[in-house]
Structure formats: C-alpha cells, structure tokens
C-alpha cells in the first residue's frame, strides 16, 4: 500500500487573485508579497513561494464534513500556483522540515486517530493510519501553526 498527498484546487482560489485589495479584504483575505525567510507554503502547489512571489492569505473551509469536526482555517496560495500532481509516495520537501499533525478521520468526516511527527518520519504515522479499513482519509495540518496543509489517500 502506498498514499498520495495532494493539495488543494486551484479554482478554489483562482477569484481571489482578481481582487484588489479592499476586495480581498471584504473576504477576509489579503496579499503578501513573500521576503527572504518567510514560510508561506502554498497550499495548492505543496510548494514554498520564493522572495518575491506573491500570495493569498485566505481562510478555507478544508474540513466540511458535517460532523464537529467541520473546520477551516488560514491557509496560503502562490497567485502563480499550479495544481500540484504528486507521485505515489511523494513528499513535498517543505514538508520534510515541518513538524505535522497528522489526523485521520473515518467515511463521516468523524476523526479516529491523530498523532504529531516530525515530517521527515512522516510515513512512519501516515501508513498506519491508512492501513486502517475505517480509515477514510487522512489530513496534514503545519503543527506549529495548526494550518492545514495536504490531504492524503491511501493507493494500491
């Protein structure tokens, strides 16, 4: 058995980029041009801006099962992101050195199981969580933060 991460839909966001600011902020929603040292992982690409990209900050509903668990959160997207398309296995770098909460939740959007890990033993909390049958899928979230960060499904 193996996962793939992936990010979140570009067309979800792609409204926002359009917006000048007094609109984005109408939403809840600003942009940031990214500086030396800033970490901003985008959400859509699962990959991190360079200095001088720019980003949405936005709020997103990226648990909307409708359980208590329902959630949303702030989250950034590169206004130059494209949909990342992982391979089976493929972990993001920026995510190697993160520390992440890794949750899994079951067909009902209830959650089973949620543990903290250092991403570079990644793989070490989220096949477990997998090889769960009433495991649905699983989310990644930046600890640090509590951000949502990538959804993850098992494969093969």
């Given at each position: 058995?193996?996962?793939?991460?992936?990010?979140?839909?570009?067309?979800?966001?792609?409204?926002?980029?359009?917006?000048?600011?007094?609109?984005?902020?109408?939403?809840?929603?600003?942009?940031?041009?990214?500086?030396?040292?800033?970490?901003?992982?985008?959400?859509?690409?699962?990959?991190?801006?360079?200095?001088?990209?720019?980003?949405?900050?936005?709020?997103?509903?990226?648990?909307?099962a409708d359980t208590p668990y329902r959630a949303r959160g702030p989250l950034f997207v590169r206004?130059?992101a494209a949909e990342a398309h992982l391979a089976p296995g493929e972990v993001p770098e920026g995510?190697?050195?993160?520390?992440?909460?890794?949750?899994?939740?079951?067909?009902?959007?209830?959650?089973?199981?949620?543990?903290?890990?250092?991403?570079?033993?990644?793989e070490a909390v989220l096949l477990p969580y997998l090889a769960r049958m009433d495991t649905a899928?699983?989310?990644?979230?930046?600890?640090?933060?509590?951000?949502?960060?990538?959804?993850?499904?098992?494969?093969?």
């Amino acid at each position: 058995m193996s996962f793939r991460l992936s990010g979140l839909p570009l067309a979800a966001f792609a409204p926002l980029f359009a917006l000048d600011a007094a609109g984005l902020a109408a939403v809840q929603a600003r942009r940031i041009t990214v500086r030396a040292g800033d970490d901003f992982p985008c959400r859509v690409s699962l990959t991190n801006p360079r200095p001088g990209e720019t980003v949405v900050l936005a709020n997103y509903l990226h648990q909307p099962a409708d359980t208590p668990y329902r959630a949303r959160g702030p989250l950034f997207v590169r206004e130059a992101a494209a949909e990342a398309h992982l391979a089976p296995g493929e972990v993001p770098e920026g995510f190697r050195d993160s520390l992440l909460a890794v949750r899994a939740y079951d067909a009902e959007g209830m959650i089973l199981a949620a543990e903290v890990t250092p991403g570079a033993a990644l793989e070490a909390v989220l096949l477990p969580y997998l090889a769960r049958m009433d495991t649905a899928y699983v989310h990644l979230h930046y600890a640090r933060r509590g951000c949502y960060a990538a959804r993850a499904d098992r494969i093969g």
